[in-house]
């Protein structure tokens, strides 16, 4: 169905505490972030759907405020197959790395979606 | 139709305005203006030739309406295209294109900036964001951490090392010495900018271009009519655009830049490839940018940016001449850089860059960059032989 405020129906989803993003009906296209139409192929079909949660960090920037403590803002290709910045919150800032596997948190007051570093013995146990 | 925009048209006047820190009293509009006036007087010609008016300045929205107010233009052809730094070439490119279709016949494109000067006395160059933001919330320094994400995964995929993007910042500083207009002329080494402050990894803060105050302006005409102007008529062979994103989250390949299609065109239209290219003018906003340009611009295979700039290859001396003022790292960067590289590419092919010189040169290209990596535009000037 049509979106016609895609930005009001993300607030909303993510509210409920879910991880949104959209699904073309016409290809199959995942899409984020929310649009009235597919980017991938012009169509107007655009389901909402959630995403599981669980990404591999594309990349990585850790920021140095001259009066504040380092964060990270990564790049997190999500395996529905979309890709969304955000920050990782579980381990220091310097010990982000591409490749790292990792679960979205919503955190409703920003709103926004961070993440934690999934390990082999489970979360942030890395730091 | 683009075999037909070969050499139509020509650039017949470029100048900076005051350049650096221009003090509080001063607005954008008076360096584009001063640039402009300045120009427009090395071509022969006056604001009452100008019939075409192209610009951009950074949160004015109708720029071309103050600009040819301010100026007395009455332009018949106008074009304020915003797509950030790359805009002017872009102009480039549009201003052919409205001679040779008989638009317009002396094209004025002009800028101006006081970037460094707002900065002191709380004016702010851009307005409040109009578009939900879904990377604000995560707190990007912008532009510089697109930048920086690019970077970072440049490095995880080719091995690219924070010493290769000094070498960058070492190149332009070697050639801004040379440029007595260049802001930053102190002696730099690798080792300076590696032990810079990093403000978002990996890019120190030696990795960033400067804020300076600064205006340009190019004056474009028919290749008929530029014959018989004063300075030797600078060709516009070709020209190419392209951008598929804006936001550095929507990139599709953060190592590959719209370069790729913007200079392919560029290249098919002029009949030249890069291995012809004399001297290259590329948009410097952070070291990387130098990189990856020099890979998509066809200079060195992709992932092979990093060792090419290595050994002061692009520096004075080296093969290739890399952004001969300075670029944006050392010589201005007044907001929106693209400008600058039409203007130094122009001089190197009119033989009048002094000390910075490439003897002979014949073929120039100029690359703007806009947004993150977003917009990109090549040209390629050529002399009256390349024609």
């Known amino acids: 169905m049509t979106e016609l405020a895609p930005h009001r129906g993300y607030l909303d989803r993510l509210a409920e505490g879910t991880v949104p993003f959209q699904r073309c009906t016409a290809c199959g296209a995942a899409v984020f972030y929310p649009r009235a139409l597919c980017p991938a192929c012009g169509s107007t079909g655009l389901d909402w759907s959630h995403s599981a949660g669980l990404g591999t960090v594309h990349s990585v920037s850790v920021l140095f405020p001259r009066d504040a403590p380092p964060y990270p803002v990564v790049l997190v290709d999500l395996d529905e197959g979309f890709r969304v910045m955000s920050t990782v919150v579980d381990v220091p800032a310097e010990q982000v790395r591409i490749g790292d596997r990792v679960r979205a948190h919503v955190e409703p007051d920003g709103p926004r979606v961070v993440f934690t570093v999934l390990t082999g013995d489970g979360e942030g146990s890395r730091a | ?387």
Not at chain 2, 219 to 238: E, F, H, K, M, Q
């Open chain 2, 1 to 387: 139709m683009t075999g037909g925009l070969r050499g139509a048209a020509a650039v017949v006047g470029v100048a900076e305005s005051d350049l650096g820190e221009v003090g509080p009293d001063r607005y954008a509009i008076d360096l584009a203006a001063q640039a402009a006036a300045e120009a427009l007087g090395e071509a022969g010609l006056t604001t009452r030739d100008v019939d075409g008016l192209f610009c951009a300045i950074a949160g004015r929205g109708m720029a071309p309406l103050d600009v040819a107010e301010y100026l007395g233009v009455r332009p018949r052809y106008t074009d304020g295209t915003m797509v950030g730094g790359s805009s002017f070439v872009s102009h480039l490119h549009h201003a052919a294109l409205a001679i040779a279709a008989g638009a317009c016949e002396v094209a004025l494109i002009v800028y101006g900036s006081t970037a460094r000067s707002d900065s002191g006395r709380g004016r702010l160059a851009m307005g409040p964001p109009e578009l939900p933001s879904y990377e604000a919330a995560y707190r990007p320094r912008m532009p510089i951490t697109g930048y920086a994400l690019a970077a970072a995964r440049h490095m995880h995929e080719y091995g690219t090392t924070r010493a290769d993007l000094a070498e960058v910042a070492v190149a332009a500083r070697r050639w801004a010495m040379l440029n007595p207009k260049a802001f930053a002329r102190d002696p730099l080494t690798v080792e300076d900018v590696l032990a810079a402050r990093v403000v978002s990894s990996p890019l120190s803060t030696l990795d960033c271009c400067l804020v300076t105050d600064g205006g340009g302006a190019v004056v474009v005409t028919s290749a008929a009519r530029a014959r018989d102007l004063p300075r030797p008529p600078v060709y516009l062979l070709g020209a190419g655009e392209a951008h598929r994103h804006r936001s550095i989250s929507q990139m599709p390949d953060l190592t590959v830049t719209a370069a790729t299609e913007s200079s392919e065109r560029a290249y098919a239209m002029a009949g030249v490839g890069p291995a012809d290219i004399d001297v290259v003018q590329l948009y410097d906003a952070f070291t990387i940018n130098t990189v990856m340009f020099l890979e998509d611009l066809g200079f060195c295979a992709k992932g092979e940016g990093g060792a090419f700039v290595s050994g002061g290859r692009i520096a004075p001396g080296g093969d290739l001449p890399v952004n001969t003022n300075g670029g944006g790292l050392s010589y201005c960067h007044p907001g929106m850089y693209g400008i600058f590289t039409i203007i130094e590419a122009t001089r190197q092919l009119r033989g009048e860059a002094g000390d910075r010189q490439r003897p002979g040169a014949e073929l120039a290209l100029a690359h703007g960059n806009g947004g993150q990596f977003s917009s990109q535009v090549t040209a390629i000037l050529g002399t009256e032989r390349t024609l």
